[in-house]
């Protein structure tokens, strides 16, 4: 028996429930395959919340309820001695939230299965086959599914991936990393603990209810991945680089890993696209994984729905490539400077001290330690425009005071663009809706659904808003909440040509 659905999303991490519940409240019918049978209620593979994706979650309803699970570090330490100050960011969560990945999940999976995504447990992708008019995708036990896309969001091993041809390039940096969730008798000050020196590299994450997940590696140490490893081990190893393992005790489960940086070499292949690590995957070093994935999602489901709702055509859907790729790409550079850092301090005492002597002093330069945050939390990240654009198209657009009392990421939660001026310069539509600035602003903001600016002006030209207005689709008039309230109407298929391109680093 063959089911069917608008499109598939195979993987129910992070990546793929914000991409699903996205989908399904734009009105796309979505069916979620996940490998595993059931959720691991233990476990997490990322911590850090960065600044962006907490907008990105506010722009769907879910940042002040995760805040509120986690806890927030305004000061993030890089090799130990480069601080990054995030509370200087210009943002409604200026600090990056430590917090497990599965309290990410579990919003996400609520989110999604109330907008109606199905979430079929137990289903191993082991065959895809691409048609003219969708995607075979066959389960191991589960049988088969066709959809017009299919999106993989299953991980580092994308089957999605594999099946469907795309060269995945890239290489393991380092091995042989210890990881355990243990217990301390004595709590860190600091919401992350961590040190790199003469015999490795250590850090402790809390997960929030007593657990804290544990790092280690060993200066120069490379077995496999299946070597033994004992608490003793990852214990002595933390006395040694922090100096103290806190009373370590009674770890529920101890491996290790090894990491690699790899991207695939394209993000889509005709009906299939990728998302998250099954397009990059890095080093958890500046906790970019997970967030990078989330920013996928945010960028890719607004255009996949308006195209398979026929208000776009296919140039819209190769911007999402064209845009991301290159985040994907900064990310394996940004995550590779760090690791490559801390390797280099337990092999040579020249490192060590000149980074002990030059860190403290990069960290008063405020405008690269300013640049670094914005790079990390992700407020920097920007998408290419046209040469002939206004300065302020493809960037991020902050979270504005509207008139009203509103802010620009609630009223972001209806799924639609946003045009912020003053007066009514046109009408509001089903894809469109209009809002004054609380303030003085002379920019007229004409906003995509993913928060970033699609066009400005400094001073408004009805011809060139009404050519703004023809150039994009609009997204979806979906609410992108449960909290948003009802259903705008839905807009009539046109037949709109997304941008062929984005993307301004």
Known sequence: MTEAADVLVVGAGPTGLLLAGDLATAGVQVTLLERRAHADANLTRAFAVHARTLEVLDARGLADELVALGRKAPVVGVFGKLELHLHRLRTRFPFALITPQYNIERLLERRARAAGVRIVRGAEVVALHQHADGVEAQTAGRGTFHAAYVVGCDGVRSAVRQLTGIAFPGRWIVRSVMLADVQLTHVPADAVTTNANEHGFASLVPFGDGWYRAIGWIAGDDRPDDAPVTAEELSGLLHRVLGTDYGMHDPRWISRFHSDERQAERYRQGRVLLAGDAAHVHSPAGGMGMNTGLQDAANLSWKLAAVIQGRAGLPLLDSYEHERHPVGKQALRISGAITRGVLSAPRSIRVRQLRDTLMPLVSRLSSLTAHAERLLSGIGIAYPAPRTSHRLTGRRAPDLRLAGGQRLY??????????????????????????APAGPLTTTLLIRPDGHIAWAADRLDAGQLHAALQHWPLATPSPLSPAAGPHPPTAQPADLAGPSAAGRR
Request: charged content about 20%.
């Open 410 to 435: 609630e009223l972001l939660r209806t799924g639609r663009f946003v045009l912020v001026t003053p007066g009514r310069p046109t009408a509001e539509t089903p894809w469109l809706q209009l809002a």
